[in-house]
């Protein structure tokens, strides 16, 4: 079946700092990825869409020169929590889709906690 | 703009009982999704309904699919303790997930 990575699976950081997440397709080409953020006790929120080579469609309320998402490759998006403060601790998944299919394989998700 | 509501939110039931969870969208979605989280972990794909009376077992559990209702639910026959998790429904919006707010099952032994 289909595997998404993440990395790292969890990470802890002080305030101010920048954290990169990685989301990697591993045995399969992802044509589109999409980065969720969920909330302790909450659902699933999209945050974001990555579309290989080109910029990042982002949603309504999410600030994207805070969250810098590339998708430089069809292995490969980053998430980049620039500034990080306590209210961004969350966990954060990524999902990855391959053409033509219907269906969205999820990562195992990142623990972010911002001291 | 597609919304997916679930219910209950909570559900705390014995163990051999059948419970019935519910998923409720409101506008077309090409296809609804069942997802179940454990605590600490990612999504892990249950079902994947595409048409309108599709049906999907897989051990204790059985999705359905309504379109006309726009309803879906994920019925669970003589639930067991490994059952206990959260249940996620979600509908699509092109390539994107719409996610309902998720169901608590915790089943007592």
């Known amino acids: 079946g289909a595997v998404v990575s993440q990395h790292p699976s969890r990470v802890i950081c002080k305030s101010g700092t920048s954290v990169k997440i990685e989301c990697r397709s591993l045995d399969f080409q992802a044509t589109t990825m999409f980065w969720y953020r969920q909330f302790p006790k909450q659902s699933l929120m999209l945050m974001a869409t990555?579309?290989?080579?080109?910029?990042?469609?982002?949603e309504q309320g999410v600030e994207k020169d805070k969250f810098l998402i590339n998708h430089a490759s069809l292995t490969l998006s980053t998430l980049t929590v620039t500034s990080a403060h306590p209210e961004d601790s969350s966990f954060y998944i990524c999902?990855?889709?391959?053409?033509?299919?219907?269906?969205?394989?999820f990562g195992p998700g990142t623990r972010l906690t911002v001291l | 703009e597609l919304k997916v509501e679930q219910n209950p939110l909570f559900l705390s039931m014995q163990e051999g009982k059948n419970y019935t969870i519910y998923c409720n969208y409101s506008?077309?979605?090409?296809?609804l999704y069942w997802y179940r989280q454990d605590p600490g972990k990612s999504l892990e794909s249950l079902f994947v309904?595409?048409?309108?009376?599709a049906v999907k077992q897989e051990g204790r559990l059985m999705a359905s699919l309504d379109t006309k209702a726009r309803l879906s639910t994920l019925h669970i026959t003589a639930a067991v303790h490994d059952l206990s998790a959260t249940y996620f429904c979600a509908g699509a919006e092109a390539q994107k997930l719409v996610f309902g707010q998720g169901t608590r099952l915790t089943i007592n032994p």
């Open positions: 309904l595409l048409s309108n009376g």
């Open positions: 990555s579309n290989e080579g080109s910029k990042a469609t982002y």
């Open positions: 506008t077309t979605s090409d296809r």
């Open positions: 999902s990855a889709v391959a053409g033509g299919l219907n269906e969205q394989f």
